[in-house]
Nanobody, 117 residues
Framework: QARLVESGGGLVELGGSLTLSCVAS????????VAWFRQAPGKEREFVASISWNGGSTGYADSVRGRFTISRDDAKNTVYLQMDSLKPEDTAVYYCAARLTSTYRYWGQGTQVTVSS
């Protein structure tokens, strides 16, 4: 069964760092563009970062640019999100998603990130 599984979330203090992982199983992630999204309580899901299928292009939301870095290791069928200088407003459930076309085909179940002040 094809799926994505996120991990690496947790509780961290203001200014701390976390690295999230998104592992694909049941399909080869190397052909897919991948993105991270997040959803905070009471808010809509929002785009965080994306990486093209070959890793040649990345994109970031203004709120995280310069603090977060997306990368991929196709040999491990994994995409990462390195998060530095974390702020309380980064608290959310983080999801990864993969697409071949304009529609994200696969979504993970999410991992909770909580930043304390």
């Amino acid at each position: 069964q094809a799926r994505l599984v996120e991990s690496g979330g947790g509780l961290v203090e203001l200014g701390g760092s976390l690295t999230l992982s998104c592992v694909a199983s049941g399909f080869r992630l190397e052909y897919y563009a991948v993105a991270w999204f997040r959803q905070a309580p009471g808010k809509e899901r929002e785009f965080v970062a994306s990486i093209s299928w070959n890793g040649g292009s990345t994109g970031y939301a203004d709120s995280v640019r310069g603090r977060f870095t997306i990368s991929r290791d196709d040999a491990k069928n994994t995409v990462y999100l390195q998060m530095d200088s974390l702020k309380p407003e980064d608290t959310a459930v983080y999801y990864c998603a993969a697409r071949l076309t304009s529609t994200y085909r696969y979504w993970g179940q999410g991992t909770q990130v909580t930043v304390s002040s």
